[in-house]
Protein backbone atom coordinates (compact mmCIF):
# COMPACT_ATOMS: atom_id res chain seq x y z
CA UNK A 1 0.00 0.00 0.00
CA UNK A 2 1.81 3.41 -0.67
CA UNK A 3 1.10 6.43 1.03
CA UNK A 4 -0.90 9.42 -1.19
CA UNK A 5 1.65 11.94 -1.64
CA UNK A 6 1.02 15.76 -0.69
CA UNK A 7 -0.38 17.89 -3.30
CA UNK A 8 1.55 20.41 -4.36
CA UNK A 9 1.53 23.82 -2.12
CA UNK A 10 1.58 26.86 -4.79
CA UNK A 11 4.44 29.11 -3.60
CA UNK A 12 3.56 32.47 -2.38
CA UNK A 13 4.07 35.53 -4.79
CA UNK A 14 6.91 37.17 -3.58
CA UNK A 15 5.89 41.34 -2.03
CA UNK A 16 7.04 43.61 -4.51
CA UNK A 17 10.52 45.55 -3.71
CA UNK A 18 10.39 48.91 -3.40
CA UNK A 19 12.51 50.07 -6.43
CA UNK A 20 13.37 53.80 -4.42
CA UNK A 21 14.02 54.83 -0.83
CA UNK A 22 13.24 57.70 1.30
CA UNK A 23 13.51 60.93 0.33
CA UNK A 24 13.99 60.16 -3.61
CA UNK A 25 12.04 61.83 -6.36
CA UNK A 26 10.54 59.95 -8.33
CA UNK A 27 7.96 60.07 -11.98
CA UNK A 28 4.42 59.37 -11.55
CA UNK A 29 1.55 58.78 -13.72
CA UNK A 30 -1.54 58.78 -11.32
CA UNK A 31 -4.43 56.12 -12.82
CA UNK A 32 -6.99 56.12 -9.93
CA UNK A 33 -8.24 58.15 -6.74
CA UNK A 34 -8.50 56.10 -3.52
CA UNK A 35 -11.23 56.59 -1.05
CA UNK A 36 -9.81 59.47 1.45
CA UNK A 37 -8.30 61.97 -1.60
CA UNK A 38 -4.89 60.04 -2.53
CA UNK A 39 -3.90 59.47 -5.86
CA UNK A 40 -2.66 56.03 -6.89
CA UNK A 41 0.57 55.74 -8.70
CA UNK A 42 3.00 52.46 -9.87
CA UNK A 43 6.64 52.04 -10.01
CA UNK A 44 7.27 48.67 -11.40
CA UNK A 45 4.22 47.25 -9.40
CA UNK A 46 4.98 49.15 -6.23
CA UNK A 47 1.96 51.04 -5.29
CA UNK A 48 2.60 54.81 -4.40
CA UNK A 49 -0.05 56.96 -2.94
CA UNK A 50 0.12 61.01 -3.43
CA UNK A 51 -2.61 63.66 -2.61
CA UNK A 52 -3.59 66.27 -4.41
CA UNK A 53 -2.94 64.75 -7.64
CA UNK A 54 -5.60 63.96 -10.00
CA UNK A 55 -6.16 61.08 -12.20
CA UNK A 56 -4.29 61.38 -15.64
CA UNK A 57 -1.50 63.84 -13.94
CA UNK A 58 2.21 62.87 -14.50
CA UNK A 59 3.89 64.19 -11.38
CA UNK A 60 7.04 64.11 -9.60
CA UNK A 61 6.75 62.74 -5.59
CA UNK A 62 9.28 62.96 -3.32
CA UNK A 63 8.57 59.57 -0.82
CA UNK A 64 8.20 60.33 2.33
CA UNK A 65 6.85 56.69 3.72
CA UNK A 66 7.73 52.84 2.91
CA UNK A 67 5.49 50.27 3.86
CA UNK A 68 5.73 46.73 3.02
CA UNK A 69 3.46 46.63 0.02
CA UNK A 70 2.85 50.85 -0.62
CA UNK A 71 4.42 53.84 -0.29
CA UNK A 72 3.56 57.60 0.21
CA UNK A 73 5.04 60.78 -1.19
CA UNK A 74 4.23 64.13 -1.16
CA UNK A 75 3.56 65.93 -4.39
CA UNK A 76 6.60 68.52 -5.66
CA UNK A 77 5.30 69.75 -9.22
CA UNK A 78 3.26 68.64 -11.87
CA UNK A 79 4.32 67.38 -15.10
CA UNK A 80 1.58 66.86 -17.34
CA UNK A 81 -2.19 67.74 -15.70
CA UNK A 82 -5.14 65.27 -16.47
CA UNK A 83 -7.76 66.28 -18.11
CA UNK A 84 -9.50 66.86 -14.91
CA UNK A 85 -7.29 69.33 -13.26
CA UNK A 86 -8.70 72.85 -12.12
CA UNK A 87 -6.90 75.70 -10.58
CA UNK A 88 -8.01 75.68 -7.11
CA UNK A 89 -10.23 78.76 -5.43
CA UNK A 90 -8.62 78.83 -1.93
CA UNK A 91 -5.23 80.31 -1.48
CA UNK A 92 -5.08 77.95 1.63
CA UNK A 93 -5.33 74.95 -0.54
CA UNK A 94 -3.07 72.04 -0.25
CA UNK A 95 -1.52 73.17 2.93
CA UNK A 96 -5.15 73.57 5.29
CA UNK A 97 -6.52 69.88 6.05
CA UNK A 98 -10.30 71.24 5.16
CA UNK A 99 -10.45 69.95 1.53
CA UNK A 100 -8.92 67.35 -0.58
CA UNK A 101 -10.24 67.88 -4.35
CA UNK A 102 -10.57 71.23 -5.32
CA UNK A 103 -8.20 70.68 -7.90
CA UNK A 104 -10.22 68.84 -9.50
CA UNK A 105 -13.05 69.36 -11.75
CA UNK A 106 -16.28 68.92 -10.06
CA UNK A 107 -18.25 66.84 -12.36
CA UNK A 108 -14.84 64.14 -12.01
CA UNK A 109 -15.64 64.55 -8.12
CA UNK A 110 -18.90 63.45 -8.46
CA UNK A 111 -17.54 60.97 -10.82
CA UNK A 112 -14.67 59.48 -9.06
CA UNK A 113 -16.55 59.56 -5.40
CA UNK A 114 -19.34 57.40 -7.12
CA UNK A 115 -16.44 54.76 -8.02
CA UNK A 116 -15.31 54.72 -4.31
CA UNK A 117 -17.89 54.21 -3.01
CA UNK A 118 -19.05 50.88 -5.36
CA UNK A 119 -15.64 50.09 -4.65
CA UNK A 120 -15.57 50.32 -0.76
CA UNK A 121 -19.11 48.21 -1.36
CA UNK A 122 -17.76 45.52 -3.14
CA UNK A 123 -14.73 45.44 -0.72
CA UNK A 124 -15.77 46.02 2.47
CA UNK A 125 -19.83 44.42 2.38
CA UNK A 126 -19.26 42.24 -0.59
CA UNK A 127 -22.40 43.79 -2.81
CA UNK A 128 -22.69 44.73 -6.41
CA UNK A 129 -21.39 48.20 -6.63
CA UNK A 130 -24.01 48.65 -9.28
CA UNK A 131 -26.40 49.25 -6.41
CA UNK A 132 -24.82 52.44 -5.96
CA UNK A 133 -26.57 55.25 -7.91
CA UNK A 134 -24.91 58.15 -9.55
CA UNK A 135 -24.15 60.96 -6.69
CA UNK A 136 -26.77 63.73 -6.71
CA UNK A 137 -24.70 67.31 -6.80
CA UNK A 138 -24.73 70.03 -4.62
CA UNK A 139 -26.32 72.83 -6.52
CA UNK A 140 -23.47 75.66 -4.79
CA UNK A 141 -20.39 73.61 -4.92
CA UNK A 142 -18.63 76.51 -2.82
CA UNK A 143 -19.60 78.80 -0.19
CA UNK A 144 -22.35 76.15 1.15
CA UNK A 145 -20.98 75.10 4.75
CA UNK A 146 -23.24 76.34 7.57
CA UNK A 147 -20.95 75.59 10.25
CA UNK A 148 -17.00 75.55 10.74
CA UNK A 149 -14.72 74.66 13.77
CA UNK A 150 -11.54 76.73 13.91
CA UNK A 151 -8.90 76.61 16.65
CA UNK A 152 -6.24 78.82 18.42
CA UNK A 153 -2.56 77.71 18.69
CA UNK A 154 0.32 79.84 19.44
CA UNK A 155 2.76 79.72 16.87
CA UNK A 156 6.39 79.98 19.33
CA UNK A 157 8.45 80.89 16.16
CA UNK A 158 6.82 83.44 14.85
CA UNK A 159 5.57 84.72 18.57
CA UNK A 160 2.00 84.94 17.74
CA UNK A 161 -1.44 83.55 17.59
CA UNK A 162 -2.70 81.19 14.74
CA UNK A 163 -6.43 81.17 14.21
CA UNK A 164 -8.07 78.65 11.97
CA UNK A 165 -7.70 75.13 10.28
CA UNK A 166 -6.18 72.47 11.11
CA UNK A 167 -3.18 71.67 8.60
CA UNK A 168 -3.21 68.62 6.33
CA UNK A 169 0.31 67.28 7.37
CA UNK A 170 0.79 68.15 10.97
CA UNK A 171 -0.87 68.95 13.81
CA UNK A 172 -0.70 72.94 13.23
CA UNK A 173 -2.84 75.30 12.87
CA UNK A 174 -3.20 76.67 9.38
CA UNK A 175 -3.76 80.70 9.24
CA UNK A 176 -6.72 81.89 7.49
CA UNK A 177 -8.79 84.78 7.39
CA UNK A 178 -11.35 83.43 4.80
CA UNK A 179 -12.79 79.65 4.06
CA UNK A 180 -13.94 78.36 0.35
CA UNK A 181 -16.36 76.61 1.18
CA UNK A 182 -17.50 78.27 4.11
CA UNK A 183 -20.85 80.27 3.42
CA UNK A 184 -20.45 84.47 3.34
CA UNK A 185 -21.99 84.82 6.55
CA UNK A 186 -19.41 82.83 7.92
CA UNK A 187 -16.53 84.38 6.50
CA UNK A 188 -17.79 87.51 8.53
CA UNK A 189 -18.44 85.54 11.47
CA UNK A 190 -14.67 84.12 11.13
CA UNK A 191 -13.23 87.53 10.24
CA UNK A 192 -15.30 89.57 13.37
CA UNK A 193 -13.71 86.12 15.97
CA UNK A 194 -9.90 87.07 14.65
CA UNK A 195 -10.49 90.66 15.70
CA UNK A 196 -11.14 89.51 18.92
CA UNK A 197 -9.62 86.54 19.18
CA UNK A 198 -9.77 83.81 22.58
CA UNK A 199 -7.47 84.96 25.02
CA UNK A 200 -4.42 82.01 24.26
CA UNK A 201 -3.59 79.21 22.12
CA UNK A 202 -5.53 75.24 22.59
CA UNK A 203 -9.09 76.57 22.33
CA UNK A 204 -11.96 75.65 19.97
CA UNK A 205 -15.00 77.45 18.17
CA UNK A 206 -17.92 76.44 16.43
CA UNK A 207 -19.08 79.28 13.62
CA UNK A 208 -22.81 78.34 12.73
CA UNK A 209 -25.06 79.64 11.25
CA UNK A 210 -28.79 77.93 12.70
CA UNK A 211 -31.37 76.26 9.99
CA UNK A 212 -34.11 79.06 9.95
CA UNK A 213 -37.42 78.00 11.69
CA UNK A 214 -35.44 75.14 13.48
CA UNK A 215 -33.84 75.36 17.27
CA UNK A 216 -30.81 73.57 17.41
CA UNK A 217 -28.91 73.52 20.86
CA UNK A 218 -25.38 74.66 20.43
CA UNK A 219 -23.40 71.73 20.49
CA UNK A 220 -26.03 69.57 18.74
CA UNK A 221 -25.73 68.43 15.39
CA UNK A 222 -27.68 69.63 11.74
CA UNK A 223 -26.94 68.94 8.54
CA UNK A 224 -24.03 71.26 7.67
CA UNK A 225 -25.19 71.96 4.09
CA UNK A 226 -28.88 73.87 3.75
CA UNK A 227 -28.42 73.79 -0.63
CA UNK A 228 -28.40 70.18 -0.79
CA UNK A 229 -30.79 68.85 2.20
CA UNK A 230 -34.06 69.04 -0.03
CA UNK A 231 -32.43 66.49 -1.88
CA UNK A 232 -31.53 64.66 1.08
CA UNK A 233 -35.18 64.57 2.45
CA UNK A 234 -36.33 64.02 -1.12
CA UNK A 235 -34.60 60.60 -1.56
CA UNK A 236 -35.03 59.45 2.24
CA UNK A 237 -39.37 60.32 1.21
CA UNK A 238 -38.86 58.84 -1.72
CA UNK A 239 -37.67 55.46 -0.38
CA UNK A 240 -40.02 55.50 2.38
CA UNK A 241 -43.10 56.25 0.27
CA UNK A 242 -41.83 52.83 -1.90
CA UNK A 243 -41.99 50.93 1.13
CA UNK A 244 -45.23 51.88 2.41
CA UNK A 245 -44.46 52.14 6.18
CA UNK A 246 -47.14 53.54 8.36
CA UNK A 247 -45.03 53.99 10.84
CA UNK A 248 -41.48 55.09 11.37
CA UNK A 249 -38.69 55.01 14.05
CA UNK A 250 -36.32 58.48 13.76
CA UNK A 251 -33.10 56.65 15.97
CA UNK A 252 -29.91 59.20 16.53
CA UNK A 253 -32.76 61.66 15.83
CA UNK A 254 -31.06 64.85 16.99
CA UNK A 255 -33.06 67.95 16.82
CA UNK A 256 -35.62 65.97 15.05
CA UNK A 257 -35.57 67.11 11.27
CA UNK A 258 -35.91 63.50 10.09
CA UNK A 259 -38.83 62.57 11.97
CA UNK A 260 -40.68 66.08 11.83
CA UNK A 261 -40.11 66.28 7.56
CA UNK A 262 -41.60 62.80 7.07
CA UNK A 263 -44.10 62.46 9.86
CA UNK A 264 -46.58 63.40 7.32
CA UNK A 265 -46.02 60.50 5.68
CA UNK A 266 -46.49 57.59 8.09
CA UNK A 267 -49.23 57.50 10.88
CA UNK A 268 -46.68 57.97 13.87
CA UNK A 269 -43.19 58.65 14.16
CA UNK A 270 -40.67 58.63 17.13
CA UNK A 271 -37.61 59.88 17.74
CA UNK A 272 -34.99 58.81 19.95
CA UNK A 273 -31.42 60.77 20.89
CA UNK A 274 -28.88 59.98 23.81
CA UNK A 275 -28.51 64.30 23.23
CA UNK A 276 -31.00 65.83 26.15
CA UNK A 277 -30.51 69.00 24.92
CA UNK A 278 -31.33 68.08 21.37
CA UNK A 279 -34.59 66.40 22.36
CA UNK A 280 -35.84 69.31 24.01
CA UNK A 281 -35.16 71.14 20.76
CA UNK A 282 -36.76 68.12 18.47
CA UNK A 283 -39.99 68.80 20.64
CA UNK A 284 -39.74 72.82 20.55
CA UNK A 285 -39.21 71.92 16.74
CA UNK A 286 -42.02 69.47 16.23
CA UNK A 287 -44.28 72.24 17.97
CA UNK A 288 -43.50 75.04 15.41
CA UNK A 289 -43.24 73.04 12.62
CA UNK A 290 -47.18 71.55 13.97
CA UNK A 291 -46.28 67.92 14.06
CA UNK A 292 -48.29 66.22 16.40
CA UNK A 293 -48.45 62.28 15.76
CA UNK A 294 -45.02 61.84 16.83
CA UNK A 295 -43.06 61.55 20.07
CA UNK A 296 -39.05 62.01 21.61
CA UNK A 297 -37.24 59.86 23.94
CA UNK A 298 -34.16 61.12 26.00
CA UNK A 299 -31.51 58.46 26.31
CA UNK A 300 -29.37 55.43 24.71
CA UNK A 301 -30.85 54.14 21.08
CA UNK A 302 -29.91 50.83 21.65
CA UNK A 303 -31.27 51.02 25.32
CA UNK A 304 -34.75 52.68 24.06
CA UNK A 305 -34.89 50.53 20.49
CA UNK A 306 -37.21 47.13 21.57
CA UNK A 307 -39.20 48.52 23.58
CA UNK A 308 -40.17 50.92 20.96
CA UNK A 309 -40.13 48.43 17.99
CA UNK A 310 -42.09 46.02 20.37
CA UNK A 311 -44.99 47.89 20.31
CA UNK A 312 -45.46 48.78 16.53
CA UNK A 313 -46.22 46.33 13.92
CA UNK A 314 -42.60 45.66 12.46
CA UNK A 315 -44.40 44.55 9.02
CA UNK A 316 -45.23 48.29 8.36
CA UNK A 317 -42.42 50.24 9.98
CA UNK A 318 -39.43 51.73 9.28
CA UNK A 319 -36.42 52.59 10.87
CA UNK A 320 -34.21 55.50 9.81
CA UNK A 321 -30.87 55.13 11.29
CA UNK A 322 -28.90 58.32 11.54
CA UNK A 323 -25.77 57.44 13.66
CA UNK A 324 -22.29 59.49 14.20
CA UNK A 325 -19.39 58.57 11.46
CA UNK A 326 -18.64 55.33 13.86
CA UNK A 327 -21.83 53.68 12.59
CA UNK A 328 -24.04 51.59 14.44
CA UNK A 329 -23.38 49.35 17.64
CA UNK A 330 -23.66 45.72 17.04
CA UNK A 331 -26.42 44.55 19.52
CA UNK A 332 -28.69 47.65 17.83
CA UNK A 333 -27.93 45.86 14.37
CA UNK A 334 -28.55 42.26 16.49
CA UNK A 335 -31.73 44.00 17.80
CA UNK A 336 -32.62 44.97 14.51
CA UNK A 337 -32.19 41.89 12.29
CA UNK A 338 -34.17 39.94 15.09
CA UNK A 339 -36.90 42.12 14.89
CA UNK A 340 -36.75 42.72 11.19
CA UNK A 341 -38.93 45.97 10.42
CA UNK A 342 -39.99 46.07 6.76
CA UNK A 343 -37.32 49.04 5.88
CA UNK A 344 -34.23 50.14 7.25
CA UNK A 345 -33.10 53.21 5.62
CA UNK A 346 -29.47 54.00 6.57
CA UNK A 347 -28.43 57.82 6.38
CA UNK A 348 -24.73 58.16 6.75
CA UNK A 349 -21.40 60.58 5.72
CA UNK A 350 -19.01 57.57 6.05
CA UNK A 351 -19.26 55.14 3.60
CA UNK A 352 -17.03 52.41 4.82
CA UNK A 353 -18.61 52.29 8.06
CA UNK A 354 -22.15 52.28 6.42
CA UNK A 355 -20.94 49.40 4.35
CA UNK A 356 -19.77 47.36 7.01
CA UNK A 357 -22.85 47.67 9.25
CA UNK A 358 -25.31 46.88 5.99
CA UNK A 359 -22.87 43.86 5.22
CA UNK A 360 -23.53 42.45 9.09
CA UNK A 361 -27.57 43.92 8.57
CA UNK A 362 -27.61 41.44 5.62
CA UNK A 363 -25.94 38.84 6.39
CA UNK A 364 -27.73 35.81 5.90
CA UNK A 365 -29.93 37.01 3.60
CA UNK A 366 -32.00 38.47 6.32
CA UNK A 367 -31.79 42.02 4.32
CA UNK A 368 -31.55 42.93 1.42
CA UNK A 369 -29.82 46.12 0.08
CA UNK A 370 -32.10 47.69 -2.51
CA UNK A 371 -29.87 50.64 -3.52
CA UNK A 372 -27.58 53.55 -2.21
CA UNK A 373 -28.07 56.83 -3.16
CA UNK A 374 -24.67 59.27 -2.72
CA UNK A 375 -25.68 62.88 -2.25
CA UNK A 376 -22.61 65.01 -2.58
CA UNK A 377 -23.11 67.09 0.50
CA UNK A 378 -19.60 67.82 1.35
CA UNK A 379 -17.91 69.23 -2.41
CA UNK A 380 -14.49 70.05 -2.41
CA UNK A 381 -13.74 67.47 0.58
CA UNK A 382 -13.34 63.36 0.68
CA UNK A 383 -16.70 62.99 2.43
CA UNK A 384 -20.00 62.36 1.26
CA UNK A 385 -23.81 61.33 2.74
CA UNK A 386 -25.43 58.08 1.34
CA UNK A 387 -28.82 57.09 2.30
CA UNK A 388 -28.86 52.97 1.85
CA UNK A 389 -32.76 51.36 1.75
CA UNK A 390 -32.73 47.99 3.09
CA UNK A 391 -35.88 45.71 2.80
CA UNK A 392 -36.51 42.71 5.37
CA UNK A 393 -36.17 39.31 2.92
CA UNK A 394 -39.72 38.03 2.39
Known sequence: MHEESAAPVAPKAPRPVAPFKL??????????????????????????????VAPGDVVEAKITEIKKSF??????????????RVEPQCIYFGECGGCQYQHLDYAAQLRWKHKQIGDLFARVGGFDPSVVRPVTP???????RNRILVRSQWNRPAQKL????????????????SCAIA???LNDALLEWRRNPPPKGGLKTTLRINPEGWEVPEHSFFQNNFFLLPELVGTTRRLLK?????????????????????????????????????????????????????E????DTDYHLPALLARLDASRTTVLLDPPRTGCHPPGI?????????????????????ARDLKLLCDGGRYVLREVQPLDMFPQTQHVECVADLRLAT
Open 296 to 299: FVAG
Open 242 to 294: DAGSRHLVDAYCGVGFFGIELGGDVESFVGVELDAHAIRAARANARSHGRTNG
Open 334 to 354: ELLRRVGPTQILYVSCHPATL
Open 183 to 185: EPA
Open 23 to 52: GDRVRLSIADLAFGGEGVGRIDDFVVFVAY
Open 71 to 84: ARGVLVRVLEPGPD
Open 138 to 144: CPRPYAY
Open 162 to 177: DLGYMRQDCGLVCDIT
